[in-house]
């Protein structure tokens, strides 16, 4: 089954797996910076703004772990959830949007001198791009954006701090989002960035590897370290643990150099057969290739697929 094969039929899946079961886990939460907090267990990591304007949520975890997930909210605050940010349409990072929504109110209208009113409800932040995708796979209303933007970036002013939401077209996929708590200074960054296994790369909705890796530079420039390219600016991947640029540049460069070893391979026109046989993720397998879901072998066949399918891809890649 070649790369492409795997992502067709996407929107009947998605569909399915909105509603289906997650694996089990406890959830839990930890203290990140300032007014930000990581929430584990409830699917994709939520990462969580707490503070005099409510709560601000990226992501909001599977459908069927919503309780778990606002039970680790109220221990969190007692305040209001106001947004949550989604940062792409994957199950495990926008399953909760129903129930969660539901428990928030969102401030609507008003300006510098009326307060406006309250919407029933949190709002739900997400690219337009990913309002059509939902929306053609017939996914139901209350689990879609109720915000949408189609600029690089949208701003919100909460808790005392600038919040700004990045787009990164053709990462993962077309509706990939990142959000830097510009005060607390911690970027969640969705699944362009995780530490659990390869990213994934939706070949069917523009995902390039290439377009990680730029928005993963991108994330290099916009991350400050402290001593010894430690601490600093801290990151919330889309799965795994609280991250430093360190950890960032160490997981750009894996990727970076198995996108140039199958780049290589390509153009002494080996076929993606022989190159999945060659090694080429050998040293990272023990790391990144434990998951069954998503192996070295799935990960060199969509970077493949990417480079070949378009000349440009592989050009970009010789370049580097």
């Known amino acids: ?58 992501d909001a975890g599977a459908a069927d772990m919503t309780d778990d997930l606002l039970a680790a909210i109220d221990g969190l605050s007692d305040g209001t959830i106001r947004y949550i940010v989604n940062t792409s349409v994957l199950p495990e990072h926008m399953g909760g949007n129903p129930a969660v929504r539901a428990a928030g109110d969102t401030f609507t209208g008003g300006n510098a001198t009326v307060v406006g009113g309250v919407d029933e409800g949190a709002e739900v932040i997400g690219h337009e791009s990913a309002l059509l995708r ?59 960035f995780r530490l659990d296994r390869y990213p994934t790369i939706d070949l069917e909705h523009g995902g390039s590897i290439n377009g990680i890796l730029d928005t993963l530079n991108w994330l290099v420039d916009l991350a400050v370290t402290d001593k010894l390219a430690e601490g600093g600016t ?53 790391r990144w290739g434990r998951d069954p879901a998503w192996t070295g072998e799935d990960f060199i066949e969509a970077v493949y697929e990417t480079l070949i399918n378009d000349p440009r891809e592989l050009q970009l890649s010789s370049l580097r």
Not at 254 to 280: C, F, K, P, W
């Open 1 to 58: 089954m070649n790369a492409h094969s795997r992502f067709a039929g996407l929107a009947a899946a998605l569909a399915c797996a909105l509603l289906a079961p997650s694996a089990s886990a406890e959830t839990r939460t930890t203290h990140v910076a300032g007014n930000i907090y990581l929430i584990t267990g409830a699917g994709g990591n939520v990462t969580a703004s707490v503070g005099d304007s409510g709560v601000l949520l990226v």
């Open 234 to 286: 801290l990151l919330v991947p889309g799965h795994g643990r609280i991250a430093d640029e360190g950890d960032l540049v160490r997981y750009r460069d894996m990727l970076t150099v198995i996108r140039d070893r199958v780049a290589a391979m390509i153009e002494r026109d080996h076929s993606l057969r022989d190159i999945q046989r060659m090694g080429l993720t050998l040293e990272y397998e023990s």
């Open 134 to 192: 939902l929306a053609m796979a017939g996914i139901p209303g209350d689990r879609l954006p109720t915000e949408t933007f189609f600029v690089p970036k949208l701003d919100k002013y909460f808790n005392g701090e600038p919040v700004e939401i990045f787009y990164r077209p053709n990462a993962v996929d077309d509706t990939n989002l990142v959000v830097h708590f510009r005060r607390s200074d911690v970027i969640a960054t969705g699944d362009v």
